[in-house]
């Protein structure tokens, strides 16, 4: 169990090392998209924005260490909602075989 923890922190230092912030994850989450950053911070529900939404959401907080409460504050939402948002979006990531470290690597 520490291993992991101290592995997750790793990755935490790595990731923000490259200069990786939440904006410059808005910017990656939509070119993968091709959706501009304002759009991911939307509330709306279209499916392509939702997916790009979720998978930052769930970068944001699983990978930079950033609160839901902080990601709700910044995109409108409330924390449970952002709860969820990361939950879809662990799927999403697994499902797509997306790997932060590998798309931020242009960095």
């Known amino acids: 169990m520490l291993s992991e923890c101290n592995e997750a922190y790793e990755r935490k230092y790595r990731l923000r090392a490259k200069g990786l912030d939440v904006p410059k994850l808005e910017q990656i989450v939509a070119d993968m998209f091709e959706l501009e950053p304002s759009q991911i911070l939307s509330p709306v529900r279209?499916?392509?924005v939702v997916q790009a939404r979720s998978i930052f959401c769930y970068w944001a907080v699983m990978e930079l260490g950033v609160t839901a409460t902080a990601l709700a504050n910044r995109?409108?939402?409330t924390q449970p909602a952002i709860?969820?948002?990361v939950k879809r979006g662990a799927q999403i990531?697994?499902?797509k075989r997306l790997d932060l470290d590998s798309i931020s690597m242009n960095l």
Do not use: D, H, N
């Open 75 to 77: 995109i409108g939402l």
């Open 46 to 48: 279209y499916k392509a």
């Open 83 to 85: 709860s969820m948002s």
């Open 93 to 95: 990531v697994k499902e």
